[in-house]
């Protein structure tokens, strides 16, 4: 059965659903052979432009953030370049943009929230939004580790480039979950 007909939005769906939704395993345990014949998998979707299939979405969807590390390390061993790399530049696409984004926050999710928090500061004006979201879900996790990696790449820490760039109560907040004192 031909899926052509299908919105492109229903991709979008369709990706952000299993992601949520689908049982995924937290173990550690790496089967190789899976991540190799995987890897090999995502290849020919990305090769072939066959982005929403079945297989790119179990494989994201299901699998353990050891699993697809390791598959992703796999991918690139074999390709000579990263999957993210190897997805369309063209960002126009909502599907492939949201595709990449899910890529680069499961392959290395600090890196990917470090990079979310340095473009909602850069430049004129502030990503409140952006901003907000990575800094309230990750307060309980990983953003000691998130703000080590801003400092490390931006050098300067996350909290001084928040003190700056907000104000008011919505900075209080913000200094408040990056664990300063108010």
């Known amino acids: 059965m031909s899926h052509s007909y299908l919105h492109p939005c229903f991709?979008?769906?369709?990706?952000?659903?299993?992601?949520?939704?689908?049982?995924?395993?937290?173990?550690?345990?790496?089967?190789?052979?899976?991540?190799?014949?995987?890897?090999?998998?995502?290849?020919?979707?990305?090769?072939?432009?066959?982005?929403?299939?079945?297989?790119?979405?179990?494989?994201?969807?299901?699998?353990?953030?050891?699993?697809?590390?390791?598959?992703?390390?796999?991918?690139?061993?074999?390709?000579?370049?990263?999957?993210?790399?190897?997805?369309?530049?063209?960002?126009?696409?909502?599907?492939?943009?949201?595709?990449?984004?899910a890529v680069r926050c499961l392959k290395d999710p600090k890196k990917y929230f470090e990079k979310v928090l340095r473009r909602s500061i850069e430049g004129i004006g502030t990503d409140e939004d952006a901003l907000t979201r990575v800094i309230v879900t990750r307060a309980e996790k990983d953003l000691k580790e998130i703000k080590e990696l801003y400092h490390k790449r931006n050098n300067v820490p996350l909290d001084i480039a928040v003190d700056k760039e907000t104000s008011g109560d919505y900075k209080d907040m913000l200094l408040t979950l990056l664990g300063n004192e108010v």
Do not use: W
Request: proline share 1%.
């Open 11 to 101: 991709y979008v769906f369709m990706l952000l659903v299993a992601l949520v939704s689908a049982f995924r395993y937290y173990g550690e345990e790496i089967n190789t052979t899976l991540a190799k014949s995987e890897a090999k998998k995502l290849h020919e979707a990305i090769k072939d432009k066959k982005f929403g299939n079945e297989d790119v979405i179990r494989i994201l969807s299901t699998r353990s953030i050891s699993q697809l590390q390791a598959t992703f390390n796999c991918y690139r061993e074999e390709e000579g370049t990263s999957i993210s790399k190897n997805l369309p530049k063209d960002l126009s696409e909502e599907y492939i943009a949201t595709l990449r984004m």
